[in-house]
């Protein structure tokens, strides 16, 4: 089944960087897009940032363009979010998504907090 285990969350003042790993099983990861979600407390979940299978081509939500970086190693099953100039705005659970057919499926959430 598909499984995502996501690291690299954690407390950091405004400015400063982290970088977030999902690491992927279950399915075959080089064939789909996957995407990084956040959701801040008492708000939605949004997306952040999108790549496509190849690792060729990135989107980015415009409120952390030019800040965030997308990435992937398919050799490792594994998608990257770096983040860096954070912003207390920026504190969130994030979360690796994969949009496959009809089904989402979401790792566990790792919690980001930006605070001075």
């Known amino acids: 089944q598909v499984q995502f285990v996501e690291s690299g969350g954690g407390s950091v003042q405004p400015g400063g960087s982290l970088r977030l790993s999902c690491a992927a099983s279950?399915?075959?990861?080089?064939?789909?897009?996957m995407n990084w979600y956040r959701q801040a407390p008492g708000k939605e979940r949004a997306l952040v940032a999108t790549?496509?299978?190849?690792?060729?081509?990135?989107n980015y939500a415009d409120s952390v363009k030019g800040r965030f970086t997308i990435s992937r190693d398919n050799a490792k099953s594994t998608v990257y979010l770096q983040m860096n100039s954070l912003k207390p705005e920026d504190t969130a659970v994030y979360y690796c998504?994969?949009?496959?057919?009809?089904?989402?499926?979401w790792g566990q959430g790792t919690q980001v907090t930006v605070s001075s």
């Open positions: 279950g399915f075959t990861f080089s064939n789909y897009a």
């Open positions: 998504n994969l949009h496959r057919g009809w089904d989402m499926y």
């Open positions: 790549i496509t299978s190849a690792g060729d081509s990135t």
